[in-house]
């Protein structure tokens, strides 16, 4: 039985150090400064350092990968998770937006904070100075409010 329980934990350790050869990209792409939000349109100081605190690892090219996302298979959820936030919008490369996306992104950037959903609670765990206070959420929501967007 002993003999049965050291190759099991021999088998488990060599799995352990084999995944860490499975390696998903981590990427921070250049930024072009003329292609970012602030670029675009204007962001008050108070919404751009929310947005720096809470939203930049996962919706922008310059994630801060923290040491966890060089240990599989911790590294593959959290590559997946800033590829699957900057899919949804980048805000390093704003115009790759399609132009009738834009207004319901930067909704989504007041909607889904008040309702709880972002910055996402696998995030928070870790980061727990992107927690949105209530009034942060409400500094996120009159920015998007003074853009007047289409529709409103």
Not at 13 to 21: D, E, I, K, N, S
Not at 38 to 48: D, E, G, K, L, Y
Not at 87 to 102: C, I, K, Q, T, V
Request: with cysteine; hydrophobic share 40%; proline share 7%.
């Amino acid at each position: 039985m002993a003999k049965l329980i050291r190759y099991a934990v021999i088998a488990w350790l060599v799995a352990v150090l084999g995944v860490q050869f499975i390696r998903p990209e981590r990427t921070n792409p250049v930024t072009n400064p003329t292609r970012t939000l602030s670029a675009a349109m204007p962001v008050t100081t108070a919404a751009a350092a929310v947005l720096e605190r809470s939203c930049r690892d996962c919706h922008s090219n310059d994630t801060v990968w923290p040491w966890y996302s060089n240990v599989a298979p911790l590294s593959w959820l959290v590559i997946d998770h800033v590829n699957d936030g900057r899919r949804h919008f980048n805000y390093s490369d704003w115009p790759s937006l399609e132009r009738d996306e834009a207004p319901k992104v930067l909704r989504g950037i007041c909607d889904l904070p008040r309702k709880g959903e972002m910055p996402i609670g696998s995030y928070l765990l870790m980061h727990g100075d992107a927690r949105l206070s209530p009034g942060d959420v409400q500094t996120l929501c009159d920015w998007v409010s003074s853009l007047h967007l289409s529709g409103e």
